[in-house]
Nanobody, 118 residues
Framework: QVQLVESGGGLVQPAGSLRLSCTAF????????MGWYRQAPGKQRELVAS???????NYADSVKGRFSISRDNAKNTVYLQMDSLKPEDTAVYYC????????????WGQGTQVTVSS
């Protein structure tokens, strides 16, 4: 059993920055990818960024050039550095861990609120 604990959300002004963290607690038996999703009111949950066990990254077009995902494998932690924030970035951000090799599993964090407003 793995639990994901997120932190770093909050209220920030447009053009400001935030750094989200997500740490996986528990035993993980295989290589895994880590990612960040977000869900705004009335919207579907969408992928923001992901990173593989060998640090290959993928970003949504809407955040490319502004957000940066990274991971510390020794700490089982993934980070999302968010710069040049816009009001449309306002959402609940969820961390996800998913296996890359068997056995198959997916875990989700509890979500952290990010609000970009003047």
């Amino acid at each position: 059993q793995v639990q994901l604990v997120e932190s770093g959300g909050g209220l920030v002004q447009p053009a400001g920055s935030l750094r989200l963290s997500c740490t996986a607690f528990g035993t993980i038996f295989s290589d895994y990818a880590m990612g960040w999703y977000r869900q705004a009111p009335g919207k579907q949950r969408e992928l923001v960024a992901s990173i593989t066990s060998v640090r290959t990254t993928n970003y949504a077009d809407s955040v490319k050039g502004r957000f940066s995902i990274s991971r510390d494998n020794a700490k089982n932690t993934v980070y999302l550095q968010m710069d040049s924030l816009k009001p449309e970035d306002t959402a609940v951000y969820y961390c996800r861990v998913t296996s890359l090799t068997p056995p198959q599993y997916t875990y989700w964090g509890q979500g952290t609120q990010v609000t970009v407003s003047s």
